[in-house]
C-alpha cells in the first residue's frame, strides 16, 4: 500500500507518534530505518513536538529517598502548578513566595496531591541514582528533551546527559582535575544551533584567582577542552542557576561587595578557541542594588 | 454521471467549481471549498489568466490520481473542517481531538486520504489525517504496522533480534492488533 507514499509523507506522519515509539518504526524496514536515521528527521520531529510543550517535574520522594521524574503537558489545567509558574529559580527569602508555595500546597492538596490531580503525566525512570541517599542531583539545564544533570557532592562530579523521551542516557567523561582547591562552579548547558551541537560549560574559580577556569564539554567531539577567561571581577551568584537565550548562556552576578550591583553575565555558545570572552548586560536599574535577585 | 446537489441549500449564490475524478465522476463542488485544495486553486487560476474561466463553471477540473470514494470524503471533511488544526490548547481538548481524528479516519483509508490530500496539496487535510495515522499506529505491533503498509521487513533476522534487543522498551505496550 505504501508503495505510493512518498518518504516526505512517511516522515510526516512519524513525526507525530510519540519519541518512545520512534526506535520501533525504525524496525520496519530498512526505509524507514534510514528515513528516522537522517539527521534531518531529529529535527522536523523537534520543531513538530515544540508545538505541544511539557513541564519536567522533580521531587524526592521522603519515604524512599528516591528521585522522582515526572512530565506534564504545560497547557494542561489539571497542572499541579498553573501556567506561567516559574520554579526553576525560587528566591527562598522572599516572603511573597512563601505565601504563594502555602496556597500552592493548599490547591495540591485540594486536588488530591501532588500526583492525584490528573492521570495526565508521564512517570520517568531516572537511569541514575546519586550517591548518597536523599541527594538530588543537580540539573543544570535541559534544551530539546535533553537533560542535563550533574551529580556534585564530591569532588569528583559525575556529569549525565539525558533524554527521557526514549529513554536514553549517558555519562560524560570528566573534565580535567584541577590541583588547586576550588573555591567554586559554576554550570550552564546549552544547544548551539550553528553547529548543532551541545555544549556543558563549566566555571571554577580556583582560590587566589579572579579569573575563572573554563572547561566545555562538546557532544560531538565527546570531550572536554579547557579556556582562559579574562579576569573579571563579577562573582557568578547560583551554581546552577543560568538561563540560556540567544545561543549564549547567562548567569546572574554581582561585583565586589564594596561596590555590590547585581549584572548579568553571559558566554556565547559559539565561542570558540582557547580564549572566552564574556559579555555582561545590565540589569534593570531598580533590580541592580537588591540581594535576592532571581533569573 | 453526475455528484451534484453538494450544496444543501440552492438558494445559495456561491460559484461552483465542477471537479472530476479519476473513475470519471463529476463532483460540482462550492468555490470556497475547491479552493481549500491548492492544487484546484492554482489549476484554477491558471485557467482564470487564459480567459478561459468566461465561461464560468463549466469548466471541469480532472483529477486523475484521486478516486470519487477519497475526494468524497475529502469533500465532507472540508465542510464540516475543524475550526483549526493548530496544536491543542489544552489536554481536553487533544482528547476531542483524538476522537474527531477516529471518526473521520477508518485506518484502511488513511493512506489513500493523504495521498489525495497530498496530491491536492490541501494542508489541513493532509495534517489531520497524518495524525490520525500517527495515532492509530502508535500502539500496533511491528508486525501489524507493516501488514497495514504492506512493507516487507527486509532486516535479517539476526539483525532484527539484536536491535529489538537493544531497545526493548520501545517495543512495550503494544495493543492486540
Known amino acids: 500500500m505504501s508503495d505510493y507514499l512518498p518518504a516526505e509523507l512517511i516522515v510526516e506522519i512519524l513525526i507525530r507518534v510519540p519519541a518512545k515509539i520512534v526506535p520501533r518504526c525504525k524496525c520496519v524496514c530498512k526505509r524507514w530505518n534510514s528515513l528516522i536515521s537522517n539527521p534531518h528527521f531529529a529535527t522536523t520531529y523537534l520543531a513538530h513536538s515544540k508545538q505541544r510543550p511539557y513541564h519536567l517535574f522533580r521531587r524526592l520522594d521522603q519515604e524512599t529517598g528516591e528521585e522522582l521524574f515526572t512530565l506534564h503537558p504545560s497547557d494542561n489545567p489539571d497542572n499541579p502548578f498553573p501556567r506561567n509558574y516559574h520554579l526553576k529559580n525560587l528566591n527562598r527569602s522572599d516572603p511573597a513566595l512563601h505565601i504563594n508555595l502555602l496556597r500552592l500546597a493548599q490547591e495540591v492538596k485540594d486536588k488530591g496531591g501532588f500526583f492525584g490531580c490528573s492521570s495526565d503525566y508521564i512517570k520517568l525512570h531516572c537511569p541514575y541514582k546519586t550517591r548518597y541517599y536523599q541527594y538530588f542531583h543537580q540539573i543544570v539545564g535541559s534544551v530539546n528533551g535533553l537533560i542535563c544533570m550533574v551529580d556534585s557532592y564530591s569532588i569528583d562530579d559525575n556529569y549525565y546527559l539525558w533524554n527521557p523521551s526514549i529513554n536514553r542516557s549517558m555519562q560524560l567523561p570528566r573534565p580535567k582535575y584541577h590541583d588547586q582547591s576550588r573555591s567554586n562552579s559554576f554550570f550552564g548547558f546549552g544547544y548551539h544551533a550553528p553547529t548543532d551541537d551541545y555544549k556543558l560549560v563549566r566555571l571554577v574559580y580556583l582560590n587566589n584567582c579572579n579569573s575563572p577556569v573554563v572547561d566545555i564539554y562538546t557532544l560531538n567531539t565527546g570531550g572536554w577542552c579547557s579556556a582562559k577567561a579574562q579576569p573579571s571581577a563579577q562573582y557568578i551568584i547560583d551554581s546552577f542557576g543560568s538561563v540560556v537565550v540567544n545561543g549564549a548562556i547567562h548567569w546572574l552576578a554581582h561585583t565586589p561587595e564594596d561596590a555590590h550591583h547585581n549584572l548579568i553575565v553571559s558566554f556565547d555558545l559559539g565561542n570558540e578557541g582557547n580564549e572566552v570572552v564574556f559579555h555582561e548586560v545590565p540589569v534593570p536599574k531598580i533590580l541592580e542594588a537588591g540581594y535576592t535577585v532571581n533569573l | ?177
Open chain 2, 1 to 177: 454521471m453526475s455528484n451534484t446537489s453538494e450544496n444543501p441549500n440552492p438558494s445559495s449564490s456561491s460559484a461552483k467549481i465542477t471537479l472530476k475524478t479519476s473513475d470519471n465522476e463529476l463532483f460540482e463542488v462550492e468555490e470556497a471549498v475547491a479552493m481549500k485544495f491548492c492544487t484546484v486553486k492554482q489549476y484554477f487560476e491558471d485557467e482564470k489568466d487564459n480567459d478561459v474561466a468566461a465561461r464560468g463553471s463549466s469548466t471541469v477540473i480532472p483529477l486523475p490520481n484521486v478516486h470519487s470514494a477519497v475526494l468524497a470524503r475529502l469533500i465532507s471533511y472540508c465542510k464540516k473542517l475543524p475550526q483549526s488544526n493548530a496544536v491543542a490548547d489544552n489536554h481536553e481538548e487533544e482528547e476531542t481531538k483524538k476522537k474527531e481524528r477516529k471518526q473521520y479516519g477508518t485506518p484502511g483509508d488513511l493512506v489513500d486520504l493523504i495521498s489525495a490530500a497530498n496530491y491536492l496539496d490541501f494542508k489541513e487535510g493532509l495534517e489531520f489525517f497524518n495524525q490520525a495515522l500517527a495515532d492509530h499506529i502508535q500502539n500496533k505491533s511491528v508486525e501489524y504496522v507493516r501488514k497495514f503498509f504492506g512493507i516487507k521487513g527486509d532486516f535479517e533476522p539476526h539483525e532484527e533480534e539484536k536491535y529489538r534487543e537493544e531497545y526493548a522498551w520501545a517495543f512495550e505496550g503494544v495493543d492486540e492488533d
